[in-house]
């Protein structure tokens, strides 16, 4: 027989957003995601965003005007990403542009004192992520790697159920990260000098989801297929672990699958509905014959991340141990590994 319990949020499992104390946020980048992440930090944090740098002074203030509503008037519109990080207004900035340009831009604030928030995957690479924290740890600045999914209500749920033992020995995950995109060979998704392809972009998500439910894994074996530019536009993989368990992780670039993904245990499994990465629904259903249902938050999901930049920064702390700088090493040195299997070197990288 199965029951259903009451179905709740989770929200109660993470600090709420609104209940984070205030930082001045300055936008490095005027593009698609660095919308969102204005939208979400003016309207579900105490935070402001007081500054946006791009390449161009005029996309820098449409982008003003388009996304931080009452904060649009006080925001100073900056030509360049220098003018935005000497911006004595400026806390905190948040670097949205393509991964080729992660290190510079992060090395860029950091050298103006700056704490940073940079977008997934953190860099193209382990090595240019150590050369980011070896400056952070010299500046006693905040660095934290963008993903955003580790901060979200459903995630601390998962981490629950599987700390009060719900689902048993972990044996299985799967997790998938596929969106189709029919792009110029230029655009950013595809184009290795701006270290494209489905990995760096989308498979960071089930890879780095594996990484904070299992840690570590023990060996990789990963199957590819590039584009005709040389990335990687589909990557099967799967990562072992000691024990018994294995997870199974796929991303494409080329059609937009469930992007789904379970945990199963030897007492049960929980059910985590797409997108996985995002605010969503799941259940944990157990062999037992309960099922225990977890609804979909009303969220500005991107706001939960934010939050915990300014915590930590009121905190004076330069990491945060949820997104912590080991972990994202460790996160990128397991994609290191899986281009190296593909065999996708991005220009001017040497060996991945
Ligand atoms: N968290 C999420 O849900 C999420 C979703 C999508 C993307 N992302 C991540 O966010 C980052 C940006 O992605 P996006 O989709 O927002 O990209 P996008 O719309 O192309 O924006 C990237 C911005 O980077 C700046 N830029 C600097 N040098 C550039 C160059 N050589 N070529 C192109 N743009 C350059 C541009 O801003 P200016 O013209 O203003 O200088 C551009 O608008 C990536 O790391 C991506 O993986 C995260």
Do not use: C
Not at 12 to 37: E, K
Not at 201 to 208: K, R, T
Not at 214 to 242: N, R, W
């Amino acid at each position: 027989m199965t029951s259903h319990t009451d179905v709740t949020t989770a929200l109660s499992l993470v600090p709420a957003t609104d209940q984070a104390p205030a930082v001045r946020w300055g936008i490095l980048g005027a593009g698609w995601i660095a919308g969102s992440f204005a939208e979400a930090v003016t309207s579900a944090t105490a935070s402001t965003v007081r500054a946006v740098g791009s390449r161009s002074a005029a996309k820098a203030r449409a982008f003003a005007d388009a996304h931080l509503g009452a904060d649009a008037a006080g925001a100073t519109a900056h030509g360049s990403y220098e003018d935005l990080v000497t911006d004595p207004d400026v806390d905190v900035v948040y670097v949205a542009t393509p991964h080729s340009h992660h290190r510079e831009h992060a090395l860029l604030a950091i050298a103006a004192g700056k704490h940073v928030l940079v977008e997934k995957a953190f860099t193209r690479n382990a090595a240019e992520a150590e050369e980011v924290f070896a400056a952070a740890r010299d500046a006693g600045v905040f660095v934290m790697e963008a993903m955003w999914t580790r901060f979200l209500p459903h995630v601390a749920a998962i981490h629950a159920a599987i700390a009060d033992g719900e689902i048993g020995e972990i044996i299985t995950l799967a997790a998938d990260h596929g969106q189709f995109f029919d792009v110029a060979d230029t655009h950013r998704l595809v184009n290795p000098d701006l270290a494209g392809g489905a990995l760096l972009d989308l498979g960071v998500y089930p890879v780095s989801f594996a990484h904070d439910i299992l840690g570590v894994p023990e060996s990789i074996t990963a199957v590819g297929t590039l584009t005709e530019t040389g990335v990687d536009g589909q990557v099967s993989m799967i990562f072992d672990y000691p024990g018994r368990t294995q997870a199974v992780l796929t991303t494409t670039l080329w059609a937009a699958t469930p992007t789904t993904a379970t945990i199963t245990g030897t007492a049960g499994r929980i059910e985590i509905d797409g997108a996985f990465y995002a605010p969503t629904s799941m259940r944990v259903v157990r062999h037992d014959g309960t099922v225990r249902e977890v609804a979909r938050p009303d969220v500005a999901g991107l706001a939960f991340e934010a939050a915990e930049v300014a915590r930590r920064v009121h905190a004076g702390d330069t990491q945060s141990d949820r997104m912590s700088w080991q972990s994202t090493l460790d996160v990128l040195g397991s994609l290191d590994e899986v281009r190296r299997q593909v065999g996708v070197v991005f220009p001017g990288e040497g060996a991945a």
